[in-house]
């Protein structure tokens, strides 16, 4: 089907466009009322996830209220621990929660990977299915997953951490069983992410939040080789890299082989384009918390900020969108956008 | 009184020395067996830092177990929140609690500052003293204080946080009513170092452990301009910056009135010297994660990085010791440096 507003992924191919795309991370949550009016109505978090036609309304809902020039199914990358046999539970106000965990060779020989576990998650590609026949070629379908290292960290430390010294741990104790799980995520992810494009995503986003812990040693071993993988893996569709504070090996981040890099809200605008060359198409990365601050700020700030880019640019936040942020305050900043030209 | 083994302070002054010194951050706590066969035996976490002489006990420790070239005094950056008017609590499993955080004007107004928020911290005044009196010249004692953004966040949140948004909220939404708490909390640090250095502290860390929230501009409105007053101030004995996550803003770091600039183990050595300057004395950086490595690799890593520094340099890690750390472990890293020559 064609899609009607395909700016966002003329941007992503690196075509000159007449102004940047926009989206937010998260926009599908709770910032929209039609979202926690919903969730209200629910048992949890993961009956929205695991329901195609309530996974679809919410991800449908930002694309109406909005108008941002993209959607993101909505869904967890936790799906993909599930997947290969480890449950999880969302705990209100403390988030994901393993109550099994990885510690033996024998926890990683259980854990089931590619077509394998990506089949256990028929109800995200029934989600894209439908959401794509809904959108009716509006605008793009994003599709996503965690990198390796995030889902290793999760799988390891059974919820989030401030520092994953547990995760980390695993790498300095058992590099061989750290390799060994890495690539079975590795394997599950690329099928899930293929199975995804099929079902119609547009785009992949690779999300990995929890960079910062390593050092630049541990990235180069134990995570950037499995992003490669996946984006080596994937040439279907334009491919998405954000890498949350990853400001010291952005220069590895650049070198990956995905057509567009996430920048959060840390990082400089010249110096990340010293960096990633001026011809790396760059998604991001206003200071979310800049969208509590007042409309006339905010239209400034994010103006400011696409002169900065001057092109080459996807806008979005670089992190995604905090829940209490005031909804009139996320349309100044979409609004703020679609009035632009370069 | 003459400090015997006075290397940390060469080291800190920029002298030429035989080796690094070497201490860690959090060397005074559960890592060692007699910390926490002493903390059981008390009523809390807060028991330990009132009373003078448990706070001098514990502060000696590490000295006698590890042999570090130094010793810190064991307290708490939340000392100053609460002698302003914020008392906080800790709880088991979940860290600092302030019942009552900061809202409106009028809280800002009620707190206390200066002289009259350092006098409420005679304990801590006490603590050196008796703990000077104890070392008997052994080692020299650091004196530490939480750089004012990050005790602003407490003082906001009321808690830690991941995104620290609400803290974050405030610079937005109030500008003027954060600077006014912000300069309240670097004039009662200010007056809260220098008593701590009439008791005896013979050189001031100012820890910033939420820097890799703010972004660059932020950085420079709200964080800077309150470290560059106190290390302004403080001319009596060497200061140590350490900022975790601020290499993104690193130069900046680097431009203070300060004697060292601590590293967290994100930062490369090579990069990190290019922008401080070959002459900044640099204090880390080893990975704490690195300590449940084994024997053989921690001394081979803390070697090398040791030849990477290659001088200028107190061998510390990149963030405080974790509580489950092998003591050997600790004690291998400790006598690598100290087997170490030039």
Redesign the interface.
Known sequence: MKIQNDLFLRAARGEKTERPPVWLMRQAGRILPQYRALRASLSGFKELVETPELACEVTIQPIDELGVDAAIIFSDILVIPEAMGLTYEMIKGKGPFFPQTIKTQADVDRMVTGMNAASELQYVYDAVSLTKKELNGRVPLIGFSGAPWTIFSYMIEGQ?S??F?QA??M???NPALSHQLLQKITDATIAYLKTKIKAGVDLVQIFDSKK?V???K?YETFALPYIAQICDAIDEVPKTVFAK?A??VLDKVGSLDCNVVGLD????IK?SRDILGHDKVVQGNL????L???PD?IRATTLQMLKDFGGKHICNLG?GV?P?TPLDNVKVFVDTVKGFKY
Chains 1, 2 share one sequence.
């Open positions: 989030g401030k520092t010294s980390k741990k790498l300095y104790q910062g390593l050092t630049r541990q504070g400001y010291f809200w840390n990082m400089d110096q200071d979310p918390c800049q509590y601050g007042n700020d992190h905090y209490d």
